[in-house]
């Protein structure tokens, strides 16, 4: 069996980390895949193929998950042996009223007299949010104590809330299109 | 079929030898074959000269179809056994096709099998046997052309194609006895002809609009590298609705009643707007003349101003695609450098304005947009066959489409997200709902939609003998896998137990193996040779390939398997040698699968040091 167990940062030759560069990761993702792609194989035994789409759908997953700042913070987290799912702390009420009141922004896009321009609005503020976000768990991933780590986790799971609203302004900013 | 070389064993051609290959565009409307010759990709031309073959198949009784002009000649006349955009209908249920209201056009026979068959007097023929009677007259002229067999083709699907589209056009592909080398999507073939990765890094957005068919994909290009970030499309929206809806405003303006129109008419309204619309691209207005059925005949005319307005609707659908797309690879309009025209439909002065619009810049048109994409196809086959060894031409493509599973209550659990770089492989974790419960029932969708009757249904299969626990207890685990064509696999395991089950998706609109064979049978009893000679070949074909490519892997690192290792494999090649030497056909498939079975731990080791070796390359290069 091919050794698709090894964790992605070493598959990448990458250190543990949270700060990944975008551009050495991208340049190893392609030097990977220039080895173990199907298309490197197409003349291969049967064994040769099977083992190259796993390899292949192994490197991909890496990449997508290394990339991702939410997928990475998760899975560093899993690898300290910190998942994310079971979190036994509420997140702090600021963090609440301010999802709350994002919400709230986003429901008025509609209504307003340039939607497109609220909408826009709405979507800076949370980059802006998540780039603080992001900046946190760097930091915090850095520090190797449980408090630091669940600190982390805590600021992993406040991205995902971000992620859910970036995917609901997707979805508003489509119906908006429509022409 | 005149059956070709086999080369004596032992006079195989020499590994470095070059092979032929070929790139396929199947299309709604025309279809294309072309090669890399002397260093250039070219469509080959048929003996007349013709480069595009009209994707037309016409049914006669007692002789063999034809395909092509010819066909294409009786439309009007013939309308029932003449059939056109097939590809329509590839993958397809008769309900779907119903819902493209080109059902009409033909009489659907009444068959067991889930595959629409359409009655003609040839006999009762499926989607994907219609498919391959264009294929199999690309590859007679392919063949003819290089002056031989082929070691392996490249088709081109649209991007936006379904599994059971993608595995619709696969199977045609084996009923005209082509290897498929990969299929490739048509606006990766497109990006490839271009040569978009020569000094044009970036991120670059191919709009492709068919006879029949709409893509459109965002590439990002980087040191040969093709990285497809995002694809959206319409696989039922392309030319042919253009036509369809300037013929309706032309029957309108004739004040012919719909109900009196047969489908001769309606073809011959369909080719005149057809024509219309594609003068208008020189002219600024062109005169109509449509046939009365009092013998008559109405005359009018259409200029582009209304041209547009018939049109508009349908373009802006396909920039609604353009911005989803742009939103699911996360990039603004102002990163784009370029965005090439594909398809015949973009020669449509109106498109290149909308579309340039859009995008704030002015569409690439440079390549003859019918022979791009056959082009591309071409580029990439004779790559993948090892014709050009030191290329770093690599093709990262996406699925277009969120694969899932149903879940309780009608809901779809998302598995593997659209716009996921393939090959993908992913797994997903369910349990028992009921104490004691020994089935579950895996089905399989295809969709974006949350609930499942809103997704295309793709499989449906039982992992069965899970041993009875209570409820939630079981730890079943389901992954997805789908390989460089967007081809998936789903199994399912019992963690707890080990009990297994796979599939090969064969969509539920899918021909099954058995009938695959059949239809093999049928075309081989129209005087084209004996099917288990064909067979026969086929598994010797595939023994060579398999011996060379294990010979060359063994020369290179043989030297990484222990003695005993290596003695089981010497044992399973020999045997190999001495099958494909016989003449039986099954023989020679058992000792194959024998062989690669022995040559898993093999390969699986090349692949980690060829891995492990790249890594500690670069580090070497990175500290002198």
């Known amino acids: 069996m091919a050794d698709l167990s090894s964790h992605f940062f070493h598959l990448f030759d990458l250190p543990v980390s949270f700060d990944v560069d975008a551009e050495t990761l991208a340049a190893r993702y392609r030097e990977l895949q220039q080895i173990a792609h199907p298309d490197k194989f197409v003349g291969g035994t049967d064994a040769e193929r099977r083992i190259s789409v796993q390899m292949a759908a192994r490197i991909n997953e890496g990449f997508r998950t290394l990339k991702d700042p939410l997928a990475r913070g998760r899975y560093l987290l899993e690898l300290k042996g910190i998942s994310l799912d079971d979190a036994d702390t509420v997140l702090d009420g600021t963090f609440l009223m301010e999802q709350i009141e994002l919400r709230e922004s986003m429901g008025d896009v509609r209504d307003s007299a340039d939607p497109h321009q609220a909408l826009q609005q709405v979507s800076q503020d949370i980059a802006a949010r998540k780039r603080q976000i992001t900046d946190n768990m760097a930091h915090l991933l850095r520090e190797d104590d449980l408090a630091s780590l669940q600190q982390a986790r805590d600021e992993t799971r406040k991205l995902q809330f971000f992620r859910r609203l970036e995917e609901e302004l997707d979805v508003l900013d489509e119906e908006l299109a429509e022409f | ?624």
Request: proline share 4%; hydrophobic share 40%; with cysteine.
């Open chain 2, 1 to 624: 079929m005149a059956l070709l070389h086999i080369s004596e064993p032992g006079q195989t051609a020499a590994p470095h030898q070059r092979k032929l290959a070929v790139g396929i565009d199947l299309g709604t409307t025309n279809s294309l074959v072309a090669t890399v010759r002397s260093g250039r990709a070219e469509t080959l031309p048929d003996t007349n000269g013709e480069h595009l073959l009209a994707s037309v198949v016409r049914y006669r009784a007692g002789e063999a179809p034809l395909v092509g002009a010819e066909a294409k000649a009786a439309t009007t006349t013939d309308p029932r056994n003449t059939v056109s955009s097939v590809k329509r209908f590839m993958g397809r249920g008769l309900a779907d096709i119903c819902k493209g209201c080109s059902c009409t056009d033909y009489d659907f026979a009444d068959s067991d099998s889930s595959v629409p068959r359409i009655r003609t007097a040839g006999g009762d023929v499926s989607p994907v046997e219609i498919s391959a009677e264009i294929l199999k007259t690309l590859k007679y002229r392919a063949e003819a052309s290089l002056g031989g067999e082929f070691t392996g083709a490249v088709i081109t699907v649209p991007a936006y194609f379904d599994d059971a589209q993608r595995q619709a056009t696969k199977d045609a592909a084996q009923l005209a006895g082509i290897p498929v080398l990969r299929l490739l999507n048509e606006p990766t073939a497109a990006a490839v002809a271009y040569g978009l990765d020569h000094g044009s890094e970036g991120v670059h957005v191919v709009y492709d609009l068919g006879g029949g068919t709409f893509d459109i994909s965002i590439l990002r290009l980087n040191r040969g590298v093709f990285e497809v970030m995002a694809t959206a499309g319409n696989t039922a929206l392309g030319g042919d609705d253009f036509d369809r809806i300037i013929s309706q405003w032309l029957r309108e303006q004739a004040g012919i009643d719909p109900q009196t129109v047969d489908v001769g008419q309606r073809r011959a309204m369909v080719q005149e707007a057809c024509r219309a619309k594609e003068q208008l691209s020189e002219a600024e207005t062109v005169l109509i003349s449509l046939p009365l059925a009092d013998g008559g005949c109405w005359t009018g005319s259409l200029d582009r101003a209304q041209l547009s307005v018939l049109m508009d609707p349908l373009i802006r659908q396909t920039l609604s695609a353009c911005r989803r797309a742009l939103r699911d690879a996360d990039i603004d309009i102002s990163e784009v450098e370029d965005v090439v025209m594909v398809g015949g439909s973009t020669r449509s002065l109106r498109v290149r304005e909308l579309v340039g619009e859009f995008f704030q810049c002015q569409p690439k048109v440079n390549i003859d947009p019918d022979k791009v994409v056959a082009v591309g196809a071409a580029i990439q086959a004779d790559i993948l066959v090892g014709n050009k060894p030191d290329d770093d031409m690599l093709l990262l493509d996406v699925i277009p489409l969120s694969l899932g599973l149903e879940t309780m209550g009608g809901l779809v659990e998302k598995i593997i997200p659209r716009n996921t770089t393939i090959p993908a492989a992913r797994a997903q974790d369910f349990t028992t709902f009921k104490d004691g419960q020994t089935a579950l029932a895996v089905h399989v969708v295809q969709g974006e939609r949350e609930l499942v009757d809103d997704c295309r249904s793709l499989a449906r299969f039982v992992l069965r003998d899970i041993p009875p626990m209570v409820a939630g207890a079981a730890r079943i685990r389901v992954t997805f896998q789908v390989d460089a064509d967007g081809l998936l696999s789903v199994s399912a395991r019992e963690e707890t137990s080990g009990v297994e089950s796979t599939v090969q998706v064969k969509p539920s609109y899918g021909l099954s193996d058995d009938e695959i064979v059949d239809m093999l049978q049928d075309s081989m009893a129209h005087a084209e040779g004996d099917v288990s000679v064909r067979m026969l070949r086929e598994q010797q074909v595939e023994a060579k390939r398999i011996l060379e490519s294990l010979d060359a892997a063994l020369r290179e690192d043989g030297a990484i398997l222990s003695e005993n290792e290596r003695a089981a494999l010497d044992a399973a090649v020999v045997a190999l040698r001495e099958a494909e030497v016989g003449d039986d056909a099954r023989h020679i498939k058992t000792a194959i699968q024998a062989l690669n079975a022995a040559s898993t731990e093999f390969a699986a080791r090349r692949m980690d040091a060829s891995i492990k070796g790249a890594m500690a390359g670069r580090k070497v290069e990175e500290f002198s």
